[in-house]
């Protein structure tokens, strides 16, 4: 990737920028398949490998995917532009799927009921959680991942969200 970022950056032209689209194409998918490697390690039913990928990786990877076919289309009409859009899609990739991996941990410690809890919530209500998750990590940084006011704020946050509760009324 650095050697076709530069190759585009110095001679941009139509070959140039569809070839870096294309690598970019095959490097995402390795990359999938490499994530979904690690969560098979993780678990052994297929079934769970299947759901917690999709819950997990699935949303960003559609977006990704879509955006980098778009990306290529465009780039055959307008390679210069691109070029721009292509420099920006790591740091894009980045705030998109940073939790990704830190969520995949989260769910692999949570017991089986909490976990198939997770894999029931729906996607908005996951990112509305997140959101305030992040909000509540923010106002503790620099003070340990283990100060017991940000923990009590966590639980608080997970205690309150009403899809995370659990048929035993216990919530995670």
């Known amino acids: 990737m650095p050697i076709f970022t530069k190759i585009i950056t110095y001679d ?3 070959t140039t ?4 689209g294309i690598l970019n194409i095959i490097v995402n998918g390795l990359f999938v398949r490499l994530s979904y490697a690690v969560i098979k390690q993780k678990y052994t039913d297929q079934q ?14 559609n977006f990704l995917g ?3 076919i778009t990306i290529l289309v465009l780039a055959y009409f307008f390679p210069k532009a691109m070029v721009v859009v292509y420099l920006a899609m790591p740091v894009i990739s ?11 941990q989260d769910v692999a410690q949570l017991p089986k009921n909490e976990k198939e809890q997770f894999l029931e919530t729906s996607g908005s209500s996951l ?3 997140r959101l305030m998750q992040r909000e ?5 940084r620099g003070k340990g991942r283990n100060n ?3 923990q009590a704020e966590l639980t608080a946050l997970f205690q309150s969200h009403p899809e995370l509760k659990n048929k035993r009324g216990r919530r995670f």
Do not use: W
């Open 66 to 68: 879509y955006a980098s």
């Open 48 to 61: 769970d490998i299947k759901r917690i990928f999709h819950k997990v990786y699935g949303n960003h990877n």
């Open 148 to 150: 017991p006011e940000m």
């Open 17 to 20: 920028v569809l070839a870096y």
């Open 94 to 104: 980045f705030v998109t799927t940073r939790h990704d991996y830190t969520d995949l």
């Open 136 to 140: 509540i990590m923010r106002k503790y």
């Open 12 to 14: 941009t032209n139509r």
């Open 127 to 129: 990112r509305e959680l």
